[in-house]
């Protein structure tokens, strides 16, 4: 077994010294791109610029298709209302939109920033560069009243067709108790119904051709197999998909917005509730986010607890997905074996954190606590039990014909489509693209395991289950290596903005005490800046986008899920399945609505 | 006339032991379901749950007996009745042990035949009934799996008919008094089996209510009572088949000697129906479900020529004396 030494890691950093900026000026002279300034303190080396909303066709145009190696995903877009920010640069207005582009080539991220005046809110559509941009421009018009000029659907997707206002503006009320109070007279009563029917022409698709007569499923928002609260209308022509439309925002909670209200330490368990399987994964792009903002830097030891339960939680999300996805194509009983795999584990994460499923267990700055005593052996025990389980499962459920049947070239798509559509983890990798962020961008201290990154190579529902029972696989080797290398001293560290803050000397230092009692009572100030983190989470990448305006409170929590664009894609997968390979399809994708309302 | 009586009084001892037998059926398998799943199953009511099945009872007598507003009310109501009922008829031919059974009719199997393919009217009525989209596809599923998969069903008793010379299932049993007739069929036995799967509808063969994909397919807008009966029929209808491998190809309530005197026929009867049950409860546990297209597939391209195949042969060999 391989040995780790944490003093040697660091996480990956942008390496490419040519900034992209220079390429696009070479290839596009006429465009004026603006560097962020330092009063912007962007903190991660995501290179960024502004430019233009006049220019910002052109300049998509040249980062998509006309730069060497393009910038083939669109990995986040998401706007920012700046009017109440005090610490603004000069060129900033009244609003930011924000593209986070990927070239996995040059394994290299862009963010172009775009200001908007409140009285013309509009910009252009950039859908017909990266197709998946279609929901998030339809979420920055829900949530800020953008309006892309362009955009094929320009709809709500998140809140109500009902809806009045849009919630992300600082104008808009964040709790109960600033609104009126509710209520729904039976006239609102029937708008609101009126508003839940579908209206296939709104859509584009016909009721009739001229064979036959379509018939409009809904699937949802309640039915069993769409793993929590989603509507999906289908299109069919008997049994076969013609096409569908997936209708999300069922479980949207507004979890950007309860950013804005909660303390930088007070947000953490919120963050659990996101991608709600994950658990301490969900922690971990935030509390590094943070961190990197207060530059702080995570003990050893802290590194190596962080990495071990979010492996954990790996396997608990995988092996829900595996028992979930079996029962989905009809085969009842694997998903009880499972369960109990999963309650031994989660025993373990009782014992470390007292809580189990959300146990909100990352601190700004390290862990909540040191691990228990003998927590060795219990680990060990798991390390050891589980591989065994796993070769049962191997002959049960992956070597079962009908299962085979059920899934092997069904809802497949190719490494090139699954990019445009801003595919991340191990959807992506089941097309046979070995893309792993722990392995090519590794944070936390990843880069000192040693593990593989498991692929498929057809990219169907088979190939989906396979990479992630060989990640179970991983994760344990992980677990293992982090059971044999713990190093040891302090779980948390030792900076004044760690929370909640170091106690020990507070009672015989005054100028301990102040800061204490500011920092437990208020929460930390974190330094003004702007920084984006990710995770290779259970699903796919999940990351924080965070602005601090030197405040107790973010300013802006943006919050990347793998999920939403998963979802996205599920029109151009399902077109001429059959309802139950949809069923498999869905299962496949694992998915939680959680993780695509936030 | 004294007569008449004895057999009405049979008749009513059979349908009176047959329906709580089902519904005994319903807490056997959950608890068998729960002990292969690593479970405890339902343990509560009743020395080590035994008496579940009569809770439920109870409960589901107190549901309001609803119809929805949008359903087509008479055939909504009768199609359930229609599956309890054909199920039920096809009971009146199976000979039990030598001197128990409701009709010693000289067309049996085929009567038992005329009999399932009658009770698939149960499930699309109230697929079309229902008026809901979900039934429909169930309904249609239904359909299209029970028509396929009782042709063959047919074809694959024909074998035992040409072995034996009689459509009299008491005949076929006694027929068996020295071999019983799996070891001359047992292609005839896998098919018969795989067909009485699906005509029941149970997992693998589960699609018409596929319950990941059509919610509950054809019974989703029904509850009570009505609910029930889809149950019962259910249950009655995996007994059914059951009962009928047996009678066809275990020698029904025959033995060989050591062991034939050891239990009373009708025991040994009932404890290899029970032997088919468990086996059926034990597929539901294991295997996933296929595809609509791939369950017609199955049927039309593999088992029918299977069928046609060992048909044949059976013919070909009686016809040189070998069988």
Known sequence: MAKIDMALSSDWSMSAPVPVIDEILTLSPSLKLLPVTAAENIVDDISSFWVDRKQLSTLMQVLRFDLPQPFDMCFDLTAIDESERRHKASHVGDFTVSYHLRSYERNQDVRIKVSLCASDKNIASVCRYWPNANWYEREVWDMFGIVFEGHPHLSRILMPDTWQGHPLLKTHPARATEMDSFTLPPYQQDIEQQALQFNPEAWGMKRRDKDNDFMFLNLGPNHPSVHGAFRIVLQMDGEEIVDCVPDIGYHHRGAEKMGERQSWHSYIPYTDRIDYLGGVMNNFPYVMAVEKLAGIQVPDRAKVIRIMTAEMFRILSHLLFYGTFVQDVGALSPIFYMFVDREKLFGIIEAFTGARMHPSWFRIGGVAHDLPKGWDTLVRDYVNYLPKRLDQYEKMVMQNSLLKRRSVDVGAYSTEEAIEWGITGPGLRATGFSWDMRKQRPYGGYDQFDFEVPLGHKGDCYDRCRVRVEEMRQSIRIIEQCLNNMPEGPYKAEHPQTTPPDKSRTMTDIDTLIPHFVNVSWGPVIPVGEVSTFVEATKGIMGYHLISDGNTMSYRTRIRTPSFPHLQMLPVISQGQMVADLIATLGSIDYVMADVDR | ?323
């Open chain 2, 1 to 323: 006339m004294l007569e008449s009586a004895f057999k009405l009084l049979e008749i009513f001892i059979i349908i009176a032991l047959l329906i709580p037998i089902a519904a005994m059926l319903v807490w056997v398998e959950r608890r068998m379901i729960g002990i292969w799943q690593d479970r405890l199953g339902p343990n509560r009511v009743g020395p080590g749950g035994v008496l579940q099945s009569l809770a439920d009872l109870l409960k589901i007598l107190g549901k309001e007996d609803w119809v929805p507003q949008f359903s087509d009310r008479s055939v909504f109501i009768i199609a359930p009745v229609i599956g309890a009922v054909c199920v039920l008829m096809s009971f009146a031919v199976i000979p039990f042990s030598p001197d128990i059974g409701v009709s010693n009719l000289n067309i049996g199997l085929l009567f038992f035949l005329a009999m399932a393919s009658l009770a698939v009217y149960s499930v699309v009525l109230a697929g079309w009934a229902s008026k809901s989209k979900y039934a429909r596809l169930g309904g249609m599923r239904a359909a299209a799996q029970t028509v396929s998969y009782e042709v063959f069903m047919g074809l694959s008793v024909m074998g035992v008919v040409l072995l034996t010379g009689t459509f009299n299932l008491r005949e076929i049993v006694l027929a068996q008094s020295d071999t019983w007739l799996i070891q001359s069929q047992f292609v005839g036995f896998s098919i018969f089996l795989i067909a009485g799967i699906a005509e029941s509808h149970r997992l693998p063969f589960d699609l018409p209510e596929a319950e990941t994909e059509l919610t509950a397919g054809f019974h989703t807008e029904y509850s009570g009572l009505k609910f029930a009966l889809f149950f019962l029929g259910e249950y009655l209808g995996v007994t059914l088949i059951s009962a009928m491998s047996v009678v066809l190809f275990f020698g029904g309530w025959l033995m060989p000697e050591p062991l034939a005197s050891w239990l009373p026929p009708l025991v040994w009867f009932i404890l290899k129906i029970l032997f088919f049950v468990m086996f059926f409860i034990l597929l539901r546990t294991s295997l996933p479900r296929p595809r609509f297209d791939q369950l017609l597939a199955f049927g039309w391209l593999v088992m029918l020529p299977l069928a046609l195949g060992n048909l044949l042969i059976t013919g070909a060999l009686k016809l040189g004396g070998v069988l």
